[in-house]
């Protein structure tokens, strides 16, 4: 079944209590004369009360009550908060560079707005020692301390041991803040601030001019190098006349009285 309203021809019914364009009562008039000045104001007329006797129908421009209705919801949608419990579990005897990791963890979830269950996962032994559990429990909640609240006491369940730390920011609230300061990195990537553009024409020219002073100063005149090649045939030294290959020496004979 259609949960749309029913439209101009689509509502089959003899009178209708008819509202104005801007909300004012007109009172009960004929479905007929209805019609009529929907067409004589070029809108629409819409049954917004289907169940009331007689239907109440306004005169409105249907295709853009629709698209302002869609964005309303859309923007619902956008600032509707869910409430999310994030889990974090940490052993009794835990490395204290673990420890700091996991806290991050806690951090960012509660600076989120979300809701973190810390378990303490006991092993064999270290059953008969709850009291570390519930020491590192309670540390943990000292350190958060600033970013969220104990919602439920540390409590024992079986081999683990179990806490709700619950934020003092409200969902809504942190996720507006994440959406403001990633609009601010955003605009600050793209240089919308006042007067960026004219500042970056600047710069682009003045490294124009840089490079050109650059190249005019490597450049090299037809004279600079005639006088570099009269300078390397100076410094050579001359060249040393060709000797010709001596001939063969002869190797004395070996002494046959040997």
């Known amino acids: 079944m259609s949960t749309e309203p029913r439209i ?18 007109v009172g009960i008039v004929p479905l007929a004369k209805a019609l009529e000045l929907a067409q004589e104001y070029d809108l629409d007329l819409v049954e917004v009360a289907a169940t009331a006797r007689p239907p109440v129908c306004k ?11 869609a964005m309303k919801a859309r923007e619902a949608r956008k600032n509707q908060a869910h409430t999310v419990i994030k889990e974090m579990k940490l052993r009794p005897k835990i490395d204290p560079h673990d420890y700091d990791t996991k806290k991050g963890h806690v951090v960012r979830f509660l600076k989120q707005g979300d809701k973190v269950k810390i378990t303490i996962m006991f092993r064999g032994r270290e059953q008969s020692r709850p009291e570390l559990g519930f020491r590192l429990l309670q540390r943990l909640a000292d350190d958060v301390q600033d970013l969220g609240f104990i919602e439920s006491s540390p409590k024992q369940d079986g081999r683990n041991m179990i806490m709700v730390l619950g934020p003092h920011k409200k969902k809504t609230e942190a996720m507006a803040e994440a959406r403001a300061l990633a609009d601010a990195r955003k605009a600050e990537r793209q240089g919308r601030t006042p007067g960026s553009d004219a500042a970056e024409d600047d710069d682009l020219l003045d490294d124009d001019l840089l490079v050109d002073d650059e190249v005019g100063d490597d450049e090299v005149t037809d004279d600079e190098v005639a006088d570099d090649e009269a300078t390397e045939a100076q410094e050579a030294p001359a060249e040393a006349p060709a000797v010709e290959a001596d001939a063969p020496v002869e190797q004395p004979a070996a002494s046959q009285g040997a």
């Open 8 to 25: 101009n021809d689509r509502i089959r019914v003899p009178e209708v209590r008819l509202v104005g364009p801007s909300g004012e009562q």
């Open 59 to 69: 005169l409105m421009d249907y295709g853009k009550f629709k698209y302002e209705s």
